[in-house]
């Protein structure tokens, strides 16, 4: 509700011009028109990123930690994604040439598009809390110095 709410807000502007201001009768005063829609819908559009994606991870953490509240999952998607945010709009921009292929095919590569791309934003996920980061080796392996390794040594 939280994430659609400040979706909501952070497009209000937009909303507004584009509902309650009157493009005009003439073609000056409907292209000044344009201009102001497509400058306010790219505002809308940052203030929407600007917001949201500090907030991405929060549905994978309500996913692995169900006791967890919703402002509490919001607060800990914040802290994760604090240095990692370039790194995800790097991810998502990567799946533009994806997505416009599949307009031009008329939405049927979709079907592997959108799984690819939850698989992938899963992995950030999986990344950013370290589940991909090499386990510490072991100082001493069990099977190192056993009595056949000291004879094949010696031979």
Known sequence: FVMALLS???QLPFYFVMYLATPGSTIDAQLLWMELTF?????????NVLITVPLALSFYLLADNPEMGG???????MRLMKGHIWQYLMLQLSFAPLLIVSLL???LPLLWVLPYMEASETA????????FDEPEKKEESFYKNTASDDYNAEA
């Open 8 to 10: 909501t807000v952070s």
């Open 105 to 107: 095919f008329m939405g």
């Open 71 to 77: 402002v509490e999952s919001l607060k800990q998607s």
């Open 124 to 131: 950030f996920y999986r990344d950013i809390l370290g589940e």
């Open 39 to 47: 400058g306010v819908m790219l505002l809308s559009i940052v203030l």
